[in-house]
């Protein structure tokens, strides 16, 4: 058993668990052999299978009627899980508009009304549910949250903004997200039976740090709900996703809202995958669309063989550390 | 007086006290007033002077004749300093073939001849010249090594290339320094009347840390004398300078050769300068060439104040943090 499987084990072992089909049964159906248990023919069969999946990125056209928004989601979803998508992400701020003056107004608690449809649309399509980000009240305060689903339909992650998007480019955009919004203190990672996910939110983005601590933290396939504008959309949006995934040799996708010239925030869409070579593999136009892009875990593993930095860091020279969980 | 004087004020201090023209003096022809030392208005004159210079990069046809390579380097830093250049930049192994064949061959102490060159030629046009990188031998072990030098001829500097050129890509290249070369171990920045400049070469370029560490130590501008080849060339040489110069709101500058067909090793060539926002703002293509930009520390500070990502970091939540100087 390879190092790769010996890494993958746990996560099949659990999704087994959780699966209909027994570990057994899959091994006979597979190999066609008899069943036995930690069978080694039988776990690289299965880490090969599970070394390809389908990832969908929902270009949503977001409206002011939370509703609409919602119904229009969970229709995609089922689009993109109909095409073999096994993780589906969304777009920031997916149920309402993207303003200072519309979080509030569009807040809600978690659990509520958008992440119950979230929760339904992962279930009803047994697809991991990266569900963008929206307005999250609580305690008081306003986050920009992200929350992913399970195929169990159980909330497995919820990510809050770290960074808040606050920049002044005279002339172009002006905007606080700190105005109104609080941010997150974590970092946020989940499992699942293909690969490891990190996640951030937009403006996370710009901060290697976070993309650099997800992958050595065994992250392959790195998700930014995000909703870039005219001047920084064209600017930066690919450059960033391009500079994550190269530098960290890991998948990276982006999931931005489709672009409304009418809505006081226009969002530059465009919503793209990139694979390890730093490569675009899959990228939306303005218009609402759903993308699609084959990740591929025996190509990024063939990359860093190829060109090895993931060894080859001077650890004896430079670290990127986390510290303990933010104060703030 | 701003922070920004606070900083330069040292830098210029020893920029005065190397220079021939005092300070007073300096204060009456610039201002038309009577001398007075530490004059607040003259200083703000100086550090508004001193917040643009001229960079040239040097993309130097390398041939087997050092001797060659060595009197067209300094043929072409006098031509680069005649437009004005105050820095000056040349290629990874601008005294040589690259190769690992060729390394043992060409290698020489420092100080040695080409060095001797190297400083005699930052004297006599008065700039700061990068030395790209040479093959140096030292204790029976062979380094890439880069040299820089002042206005005044000393050696300010030796970066010995830290992360060394292994790599395979299967029916591209495969390249191995380390079967002949040792790596070094420290990082290495240098001070001029302008800005603190951090240095790579080539391969250390894919390094992120090494960039966010200069950048955290307050160098503005980042060169590495490079060599990629027509593999990685084409697919990351422009990307990571980009994604170094945005990630950290710093210039960019990369010197490689210029492409030779007939050698054993051929460069991508296309030096390139990237300024703040992750623009290109000069770039070489094949041939040999001299390029320049002009670097603005006042447009540097402008986009960290639009974009302010090197005030929001959250630093409780993680760290790029600098070890000791290496063991290897």
Not at 95 to 117: C, D, H, K, L, W
Not at 198 to 210: H, P, Q, S, T, W
Not at 217 to 223: A, G, K, R
Not at 231 to 260: C, F, I, K
Request: negative net charge; proline residues 5%.
């Amino acid at each position: 058993m390879d190092v790769l499987q010996e890494v993958r084990k746990p996560v099949l072992d659990s999704y087994f668990e959780r699966s209909a089909v027994t570990r057994n049964h899959m091994s006979c159906a597979a190999l066609d052999c008899e069943p036995k248990q930690n069978c080694v023919a039988f776990m690289s069969a299965i880490s090969r299978a599970m070394s390809k999946f389908r990832l969908a990125v929902i270009q949503l056209q977001v409206t002011g009627v939370k509703r609409d928004n919602l119904s229009r989601a969970q229709r995609l979803v089922r689009e993109a899980a109909g095409q073999g998508s096994k993780v589906v992400l969304l777009p920031e701020c997916f149920n309402s508009p993207y303003g200072t003056s519309f979080f509030s107004m569009y807040a809600e608690r978690i659990p509520g009304e958008s992440t119950q449809v979230l929760s339904e649309a992962a279930k009803e399509n047994q697809v991991y549910l990266v569900g963008g980000s929206i307005p999250e009240e609580d305690g008081g305060k306003l986050y920009n949250s992200c929350t992913v689903f399970g195929p169990d339909g159980d909330l497995i992650l919820k990510h809050r903004k770290i960074h808040l998007f606050d920049i002044d480019v005279p002339g172009k955009i002006r905007f606080q997200e700190s105005e109104t919004l609080s941010p997150g203190n974590s970092l946020s990672m989940f499992e699942t039976p293909f690969c490891k996910v990190g996640v951030g939110i937009c403006y996370d983005m710009r901060f290697a740090e976070l993309a650099q601590l997800y992958s050595r933290q065994d992250c392959q396939l790195l998700v930014y709900p995000g909703a870039f504008n005219m001047t920084t959309g064209p600017a930066h949006w690919e450059l960033l996703q391009r500079a994550r995934a190269l530098d960290n040799q890991v998948y990276v996708a982006t999931a931005s809202p489709a672009r409304d010239e009418t809505a006081s925030y226009v969002a530059w869409g465009h919503s793209t995958v990139v694979n390890p070579w730093g490569e675009v593999i899959s990228k939306a136009g303005a218009e609402e669309a759903v993308i699609y892009a084959d990740i591929d875990l025996q190509y990024l593993d063939d990359i860093r063989q190829q060109i090895p930095i993931t060894t080859q860091r001077r650890n004896d020279l430079y670290a990127v550390t986390q510290a303990q969980e933010g104060s703030r």
